[in-house]
């Protein structure tokens, strides 16, 4: 969704890149999105699947608080 804030996978706090390894679709790919206190460990992660890309996230609506993330 364009516009909404995006949170680190983490934390939860607001993220500042997403770091992606090796390409969708070939059994090796590893994408997280991190703030930037866990950008590093994001990257150490995903450098399991092959060399690493980093793509700046500009949150384009700032966020009224922060959301707990929700698993079942």
């Not at 206190?37 to 996230?57: D, E, K, L, V, Y």
Request: hydrophobic share 35%.
């Amino acid at each position: 969704m364009a516009g909404w804030p995006t949170y680190c996978a983490r934390c939860g706090g607001p993220a500042v890149a997403l770091i992606e390894a090796g390409h969708p679709g070939s059994g090796r790919y590893r994408a997280e999105v991190a703030c930037g206190r866990h950008q590093a460990a994001a990257t150490r992660w995903a450098s399991h699947a092959g060399p690493t890309r980093t793509t700046p996230i500009g949150n384009t609506q700032p966020a009224l608080f922060e959301l707990p993330e929700v698993t079942r």
